[in-house]
C-alpha cells in the first residue's frame, strides 16, 4: 500500500499541481503553432522543481483538524497515564533494584578507587628500583632514587588517605547535623550516581513496556485483511497484487485507528462491497465486527464510489455506563429542533430531527426499544405546544406517566381498549382533514408552503402532534380481520399525509413481520431504529429491505448492548447509536413538568384533565396505590368484573399476581371505595366486579371538582 497522497478531489476531478508562473507566450512566429505550457515545465528552466508547489496537505493527518488534534491530546494523556500506573505499581520492585545496583555501583567505584588511595601509579617505579637495588647493592645514587620515590609513594597514600578519611568523617557528621528531607536528598544524591555507575551496559533501572494495544492496524494488515476478503486480486508469484492507496493513516483516532483508502482501479469492486464484507475484515483484523465502522465517502467530502473511511475500535465501543439524556435536565425544548438521541461509537453526539417525519422502534424484548421509544415523547413533553395521543399494546407501567399530559391514553389491547383506540385514529383523521382545510385557507403569507409553522402553530392553536403507538402487534392480533384492516388503513394515512399537518407517528414493535405490523405501514416510515433481532431477516423488517447488506444490521448486536441500535435515517444513511438513557422514574418527573408546562400555556386537554389521579400526583394528594390503579385500568371502562379487573392489574405490576378477590376488595374498602353494587353486568354477564363511579367516588372531592 502506498501512503502518499493523491491531489485533492474538486467537484469529481482530481485538481493538478499549483505553479507559480503561467502561460508566457513563445514569440509571434511561433504562438499560433504550438501550445503555450506553463514556464515551470520548460526544460530550459533551472527552478523548475524549485516553482512548482505540490498539492498535497502540509501537515500530517493527524494535526489536520481541531477533533483529531483533540483526540490526539486525549489519547497522549491516556498514554501518560497508564505509563503512571504502571510504573507507581513497580516502585517497590524499582527501590529494590536501585539499591542493588547502588552496591554494586559502590563496589565498582571502590575497586576503581584502590588504586588510587594505594599509589599504584608510583609502585611500578619503586618495585622496579628495589629490583635493581637488589642487583647492585652498592649503588649509591640508585639507593637515593629509590628513598625519594619511596617516599613520595608514602606520603602520596597518607594524603589520599586522609583526604578519603576526612570526607567519611565530614559526610558522617553532615548526616548526624542534617534533617530528614535532607539525608534523604543525601542518600538519593549518593544512591543515583551509584546505581548508575552499578547498571552496566544491558540493564536498565525502569522497565520500559509497550502500551498493550488490543487493535494494532497498519497498512500491510489492512491489504492482507481485504485480500483474505475477496476484495483485492491475489498477485502471481511473490507479488502480493493491488493494493488499496491510503488517503489517510492508518492513524491513531481516539480509542482507535482510523484510516481512509480508496480501492484499486480494475478490481470491479466498490465501497459498498467493502460495507458487505464488514464481518469477513473484522475477522481477519482479529476484531468483533461490532468494532469495524466503516462507510462511503460521498462526492461532497472529496469521495467517490471507491472510497471508504473506516474506524476500528480496541474494544466493544458500545459498552459502560450510559449516557444520561441531556432532556432530564432541560427545563423546555423545542420538537422543530432536532431531538437529543444518543452517542455514536466514536463518541460524537447523534440527534434525530423529527419534523415532518415518521419513526418505527424495533428489536427483541428488553433490549431498551420502549426506553429509547421514550426519548421522543419526552422531547415532546417539554415543549407545551405538542399535544400527545398514546396508545400502549402492552398496557404494563412504561407509559403510564403519560396520563397527566396525554390527549388521549388508551392502555391495553382487551376489548374496550381497542375500541378506544380505534375511536382515537378517528379523533386523528377528522382533526388532520380539519387542519388540512384551514392550512388550504390561508395566505401565502402565512403558510408558503402548505404546511404548519411555528408562527400557525402559536396563532391557531394548531399545536404539534404526537401519535406515540407502543406494541403496535398486540391491537392487530387483538383485531378482527375487518377492524384490522381499517386501523391499518387509517394508520397509514395519518403516517403518510399527517406529517404536512404536524402531525409526528411514533410507532413501536417487535420483530415486525407481515402478519404483526404489514408492510405497506412499515414502508412508509421514514426513521427507524432496530435494537438486537435474532437474524438479518428480522433487521431488515425493521430497518428495511437489504440494508443488513449495506451494513445496517442489528443482529450483530449481543445482549450487552441494551439501549443500542441501528438507527436509520435514509436511503443509504444509517448509524449504530448508543441512545441516551431515561430511566422510568425520570421519564415520570418530565411528564409532570409536561404537565405544568401545559397549565401555564392553558394546553393540557383532553384525558390529562379528567385524570384524577394525574391531578392528585400534581397536588400531592396521597391516593391509596390501589385505588389510583384500579382507576388507571379502568379508565376505558364505566364498569369491570374482578377477574378482569385482576387480570389487568397484574399486568401492570407483577406485584398483583398474589392478589384475589378478598384482598382486592379488602384493600379498596381501606381505600374509601363503597359498592353501591357487588354484581355488575358486562354483555350480558352478570358478574362479581366494579363500578368506575364508586372508586371515583372515594377520590378526594377537591380533585373531582379541580378537573
Known sequence: MTDTLPPPVVNGHAKPSVSLLKFVPEPAADIDERPAIEAVDRPDNPLAD??????????????????????????????????????????????????????????????????TLTAHDQSAAVRALRAQLKARPDDVDLAVRYALLHRERTVARRWRWGAAATAVAA??????????????????????????????????????????????????????????????????????????????????DGRGWAV??????????????????????????????????????????????????????????????????????????????????GQDARGTRITVP??????????????????????????????????HYVADGKGGADWMPMKAVAHRLVMGAEDDAVEALKAMLKELLAEMERRFVLLRGLPVSVCPEGKLTPTIVEKYNLPVIFVTIDELQEYFTAMERDDREQV??????????????????????QRPDADSVPTKLREIITLRYS???????????????????????????????????????????????RADFLD???????????????????????????????????????????LSDCLTVMRHAARMHTVDLLQRLE?????????????????????????????VNISGKNLAGYRREDLEAAVPPELLDAR
Open 50 to 115: 524549485w516553482l512548482t508547489v505540490p498539492d498535497v496537505p502540509i501537515l500530517p493527518a493527524w494535526a489536520r483538524s481541531a477533533a483529531s488534534l483533540k483526540a490526539n491530546t486525549i489519547a497522549l494523556g491516556r498514554l501518560c497515564a497508564w505509563h503512571t500506573r504502571y510504573h507507581l505499581l513497580r516502585a517497590p520492585k524499582y527501590a529494590f533494584r536501585l539499591a542493588w545496583l547502588a552496591v554494586k555501583g559502590m563496589w565498582r567505584g571502590l575497586r576503581g578507587l584502590w588504586p
Open 171 to 252: 559526610t558522617a557528621v553532615g548526616w548526624h547535623l542534617a534533617p530528614v528531607l535532607l539525608q534523604a536528598g543525601m542518600v538519593a544524591a549518593a544512591t543515583i550516581p551509584l546505581a548508575y555507575l552499578g547498571r552496566g551496559d544491558d540493564v536498565q533501572l525502569l522497565d520500559n513496556p509497550a502500551p498493550p494495544l488490543r487493535v494494532d492496524m497498519n497498512a500491510q494488515q489492512l491489504n492482507d485483511a481485504l485480500r483474505a476478503a475477496g476484495l483485492l486480486k491475489q498477485g502471481k508469484g511473490d507479488d502480493d497484487g493491488p493494493r488499496v492507496t491510503c488517503v489517510m493513516g492508518p492513524v491513531r
Open 260 to 341: 481512509i483508502f480508496d480501492l484499486p482501479k480494475g478490481g470491479g469492486k466498490t465501497a459498498a462491497d467493502v460495507l458487505a464484507k464488514r464481518t469477513a475484515i473484522a475477522a481477519e483484523l482479529g476484531v468483533d465486527e461490532i468494532q469495524v465502522i466503516a462507510s462511503r465517502v460521498r462526492a461532497a467530502a472529496g469521495g467517490n464510489a471507491g472510497r471508504v473511511s473506516m474506524w476500528v475500535a480496541d474494544d466493544d465501543p458500545y459498552l459502560g455506563s450510559p449516557n444520561p439524556s441531556p432532556l432530564v435536565k432541560a427545563e423546555t425544548f423545542s420538537v422543530w429542533d432536532p431531538i437529543p438521541f
Open 354 to 387: 423529527v419534523m415532518w417525519q415518521s419513526l418505527f422502534f424495533g428489536g427483541l424484548p428488553r433490549r431498551g426499544k420502549t426506553f429509547t421509544q421514550r426519548l421522543m415523547t419526552a422531547a415532546g413533553l417539554l415543549d407545551p405546544f405538542v399535544r
Open 488 to 509: 391499518i388503513n387509517d394508520l397509514c394515512r395519518i403516517a403518510r399525509r399527517g406529517p404536512a399537518a404536524g402531525f409526528i407517528c411514533n410507532f413501536a414493535s
Open 531 to 577: 435494537t438486537q433481532v435474532v437474524d438479518q431477516t428480522s433487521s431488515d423488517m425493521v430497518l428495511g429491505k437489504g440494508k443488513a447488506a449495506q451494513g445496517a444490521d442489528a443482529s450483530v448486536l449481543s445482549e450487552e448492548h441494551k439501549g443500542t441500535g441501528v438507527l436509520v435515517t435514509g436511503p443509504a444513511s444509517f448509524v449504530t447509536v
Open 584 to 626: 422510568g422514574p425520570a421519564f415520570a418527573e418530565i411528564c409532570q413538568r409536561g404537565r405544568v408546562l401545559r397549565q401555564k400555556h392553558n394546553q393540557l386537554t383532553g384525558d390529562a384533565v379528567q385524570d384524577v389521579t394525574a391531578a392528585a400526583d400534581q397536588a400531592g394528594v396521597s391516593i391509596a396505590p390501589v
Open 651 to 679: 399486568n401492570l405490576d407483577p406485584d398483583y399476581g398474589d392478589w384475589d378477590a378478598e384482598r382486592l376488595a379488602r384493600e379498596l374498602e381501606s381505600a374509601g371505595v363503597k359498592r353501591t353494587t357487588k354484581q
